[in-house]
């Protein structure tokens, strides 16, 4: 069993829609819940994280942590075509120094 | 400021041939990461180098894949033989030492197809 879950899509939405991006986990000890975004033959970019439970807001991007359920999500308000790209969620049980745990990546398509 | 640079973008080899792939990361980065991505799986760690030291190499997949970080600055990551089964997309990642390691920043990747 993967320590992370998350659904591979492909997650198609018109412009302006709002996405709900989301990944379980197994592995209570995770602290630190990372979202991030990857576009095709790039590398990963850091979107958002957060520590422990709770949510956090950055413009558009909202990212909640539920660690009674193991569950997070990423929300994208207005969505944008330039959004369309997969989606990372990472996590780590350290502090400072992280090996960081990902999900498999959820694509998603934004269509003018 | 630069960002994380890997070497090369592509490589295709054969299976039993030797394959060097070089990281450079943010200038001042202490911390050094090396990822893989093999075709419909997620990303890997493989190994987290701090400064010159390796801090944690649990993610080596066997003794074919030797990183090294020469004087704490670029890391090379060398595989010998190479195996069909070590194709994927291998990403370095780099943070700063303020013990908040989470912010890794990613490179754009090496592209390794073993034939």
């Known amino acids: 069993q993967k320590e992370v879950e998350q659904d591979p899509g492909p997650l198609s939405v018109p412009e302006g829609a709002i996405v709900s991006l989301n990944c379980t986990y197994s592995n209570s000890a995770f602290q630190y819940f990372m979202w991030y975004r990857q576009y095709s033959r790039k590398g990963p970019e850091l979107l958002m994280y957060?520590?422990?439970?709770g949510n956090k807001e950055d413009g558009r991007f909202t990212a909640q942590v539920d660690k009674s359920s193991k569950y997070i999500s990423l929300f994208i308000r207005d969505s944008q075509p330039s959004d369309s790209a997969t989606y990372l969620c990472?996590?780590?049980?350290?502090?400072?120094?992280?090996?960081?745990?990902f999900g498999t990546g959820t694509r998603l398509l934004v269509s003018p | 400021e630069a960002g994380v640079t890997q070497f090369p973008s592509h490589s295709v080899i054969e299976k039993g041939q030797t394959v060097t792939l070089r990281c450079d990361p943010i200038s001042g980065h202490d911390n050094l990461y090396w990822y893989r991505r093999v075709m419909g799986k997620e990303i890997k760690f493989l190994l987290h180098?701090?400064?010159?030291?390796?801090?944690?190499e649990s993610g080596m997949p066997n003794n074919r894949f030797l990183a090294e970080r020469t004087g704490g600055t670029y890391s090379t990551l060398k595989v010998q033989p190479a195996e069909l089964e070590d194709s994927g997309v291998y990403f370095c990642?780099?943070?700063?030492?303020?013990?908040?390691?989470?912010?890794?920043?990613f490179g754009p990747g090496t592209r390794l197809l073993v034939l």
């Open positions: 180098f701090v400064k010159e030291s390796k801090q944690d």
């Open positions: 957060t520590y422990s439970s």
């Open positions: 990472a996590m780590s049980a350290n502090t400072g120094f992280q090996k960081l745990v």
């Open positions: 990642a780099s943070s700063p030492y303020d013990g908040f390691g989470e912010t890794q920043y």
